[in-house]
């Protein structure tokens, strides 16, 4: 609310000494004319402003007092400041001037006795208030009316136009508008000295960071990185005490990121994380794309079979036409790509380390290929297969950093060699039951400065690091081309899959008994409540033990029992959608209840639910990436493997965005051509 002035002013004779004036708000309020609890101001020509003990003193302006009122909410704010009213000035302190006009009055011809009521405004003296009033704005405006002679005419000029005596704030007050401009705009957007980019300014950025940052994957990690069993929010491993080996020699403390195994690299790239160590292996496509660190450790991949089969296969020669899993994204899958072109080996990949070995046990796959520190760990835990002892080839771990962090990566390869030198990786490998007759060797090589390569036994001329991105394209575009026929072959056969079920659950909910339309409505309610992933996981590793379903079985009837629930629902409300009368008259005629379904209810359900059937079979096309946990290697899964392999996403994402797109469009042009000839003629 503004400041509520009032000047009240009585005629009190016929003279013509003086002159009359009224200055007015917007808004004019009565005030307690004797209230001794309400403090005076009064101005004038004649009066000067408050006295030095702060109270009011008594002013006058051509005989007419000038008086300033405020509601009990404005109490709250305290004024600083004199105000001297003539003809044409006025002088203020501790406030900006007001944005009001003097409005000119029609001069009296008489001498006014005025009657004033008491002031409500707050006394200066009381400084607590005062100091909080400079940081407040003003009023609405004021609008004062100077006095002028009898008969005479004067202009409307703006306040801020007229002299000003003074514009010095007092001090406190001063104080206070510099700390409510702290407060609201905050120590980064206060006027300095300084340039912006001072001395201070680079000491903070030049400032050491106390974290060392670096990324992992728990899951399935053992010995790398694992969540520890009596404390689930940590995580314990081999990696762990390396990372806070290398944290403690930069000074800071090793904080951990939980990122997927096969996204630590991109998660480096991006600069989520200082460092990637999880098991993480050198290879060739990671010293093109990242700063590499020295090895820290060398393992050897191996082959397992089951016990049963030790003697027959010894060799990936001898598992030609035999499938043979492995972990996504390593040196392992790319030996059996490999031995797949020359040996005719079938390869199946992974996401983890824990399922290759039980379905090797159960009968899934011939034989498993992975690093000899995940298969020794495993046969402590799982038993029914023999790690053969020939090496198929031989890796190193590593850390990996961005491009642009190589003055970190030299820092982390000294403190290494330091560990390797005092002693330090040896315990920590020992204390984890992985230190063998190859580490004292690979310390040895690396602490007299001689190179190691990133694999030995893997011809690294084929890898899509080596190659240019036109040529790595044009490799992995027949098998992105098989994938994606992986993927239609698999949408379209769980898409008629979920019709037929899903069909059937809409009639038993809308024709069948009470107890029918329970058991379907509560099968609905399951599917829809739980994630497809899980169901995926409980039909293929979940029933292993009772049912074998192989992978393809597995992902058909995942999909096509999940997307049965949401068919479902779109086809029972399309057939309560048709009008009851149209049922009615089927039924007069004669028709019974299988007839009216069939000829007259189910196809302009039908008409109805095509729209929603076609968002569900390109929802189902881009779900079925979801498989690949079972094994199934489709569009998204190779598109991943390309990417991973060649250390960019742009031209597999690209290519992969493209196939997908092929695959949908063609299936909506087609329901929008059905949509329009079935479409009812209006008029």
Same mark, same amino acid.
């Given at each position: ?15 013509? $000494? ?44 051509? %005989? ?32 900006? /001037? ?47 009316? /100077?006095?002028?002679? $009898? ?42 000295? %300084? ?89 060739? $496509? ?153 580490? /004292? ?109 192989? $992978? ?132």
């Amino acid at each position: 609310m503004g400041v509520e002035q009032q000047l009240h002013c009585r005629n009190a004779s016929q003279s013509a $000494a003086g002159t009359t004036g009224l200055v007015r708000s917007a808004r004019i309020r009565p005030v307690p004319r004797r209230d001794p609890s309400h403090p005076r101001i009064r101005f004038g020509a004649r009066g000067g402003t408050t006295s030095a003990s702060g109270s009011p003193r008594r002013v006058t302006s051509s %005989g007419c007092p000038v008086r300033f009122t405020r509601s009990n909410a404005e109490r709250q704010v305290a004024l600083n400041f004199e105000t001297e009213i003539s003809s044409t000035r006025i002088s203020y302190h501790g406030q900006r /001037p007001w944005s009001s006009r003097l409005a000119p009055q029609r001069s009296r011809t008489r001498a006014s006795r005025c009657r004033r009521s008491k002031a409500a405004i707050p006394s200066a003296s009381r400084s607590n208030r005062a100091r909080r009033s400079s940081t407040r704005r003003l009023p609405s405006p004021l609008h004062l009316a /100077p006095p002028k002679a $009898a008969g005479s005419r004067q202009p409307r000029a703006a306040i801020a136009d007229l002299p000003v005596e003074s514009t010095a704030v007092p001090h406190q007050s001063v104080r206070a508008l510099l700390a409510a401009a702290f407060v609201c705009l905050g120590p980064g957007d206060l006027p300095s000295d %300084g340039p912006p980019d001072g001395p201070a300014e680079a000491l903070h950025a030049a400032e050491p960071p106390r974290v060392l940052r670096w990324a992992g994957d728990p899951e399935g990690g053992a010995p790398f990185v694992e969540a520890d069993p009596s404390q689930p929010d940590r995580v314990v491993g081999f990696d762990v005490e390396v990372a806070a080996l290398l944290a403690g020699g930069l000074g800071r403390t090793a904080r951990f990121l939980n990122v997927e195994f096969r996204s630590i690299d991109q998660a480096i790239a991006r600069g989520d994380a200082d460092i990637g160590m999880s098991g993480i292996e050198d290879t060739p $496509a990671r010293r093109a794309t990242l700063a590499v660190t020295v090895p820290y450790y060398e393992f050897r991949e191996v082959l397992s079979v089951r016990d049963a089969d030790r003697s027959r296969f010894r060799s990936l020669a001898d598992l030609r036409g035999r499938i043979v899993g492995t972990l996504g994204d390593t040196i392992a899958y790319e030996i059996l790509l490999n031995a797949q072109r020359e040996h005719g080996v079938r390869v199946v990949s992974y996401d983890d380390d824990v399922h290759p070995y039980s379905d090797l046990v159960i009968g899934r796959v011939d034989a498993v290929l992975l690093d000899n520190v995940l298969a020794e760990r495993r046969h402590r835990t799982v038993r029914g297969f023999t790690i053969q002892p020939q090496t198929v080839a031989i890796g190193h771990y590593v850390g990996v950093l961005a491009p642009e962090n190589a003055a970190l990566r030299d820092s982390l390869n000294q403190i290494l060699l330091g560990g390797m030198r005092d002693g330090t990786l040896e315990r920590i490998f020992r204390k984890w039951a992985v230190w063998n007759d190859d580490q /004292p060797q690979l310390h040895a090589r690396l602490l007299a400065g001689e190179p190691v390569p990133a694999v030995v036994g893997l011809d690294s001329s084929a890898s899509v690091a080596t190659m240019s991105r036109w040529d790595a394209a044009t490799r992995y575009f027949p098998s992105l081309i098989r994938a994606s026929a992986v993927t239609i072959v698999l949408s379209c056969l769980s898409m008629g899959l979920a019709v037929a079920i899903g069909v059937a659950i809409a009639t038993g909910r809308v024709y069948g008994g009470r107890l029918a339309r329970t058991t379907l409505t509560a099968y609905v309610e399951l599917i829809r409540g739980t994630p497809i992933l899980l169901q995926l996981f409980v039909l293929y590793y979940g029933l292993a033990a009772a049912v074998r379903l192989p $992978a393809f079985v597995a992902a058909l009837l995942g999909l096509a029992l999940n997307y049965a629930a949401y068919e479902s629902e779109i086809y029972r409300s399309a057939l309560e959608a048709i009008p009851v009368g149209q049922l009615e008259a089927a039924r007069t005629l004669g028709l019974s209840e299988r007839q009216v379904l069939a000829l007259v209810r189910a196809p302009q359900a039908f008409r109805l639910a095509l729209a929603p059937m076609t968002n569900d079979f390109v929802a189902l096309l881009k779900d079925s990436s979801l498989v690949s946990v079972l094994t199934v290697v489709e569009l998204t899964k190779q598109t991943q493997i390309f990417a991973t392999n060649l250390g960019s996403w742009v031209i597999p994402g690209s290519l992969c965005a493209a196939l997908y797109l092929v695959m949908s469009l063609p299936l909506a042009v087609l329901a929008r051509r059905l949509e329009q000839r079935w479409r009812t003629p209006q008029g």
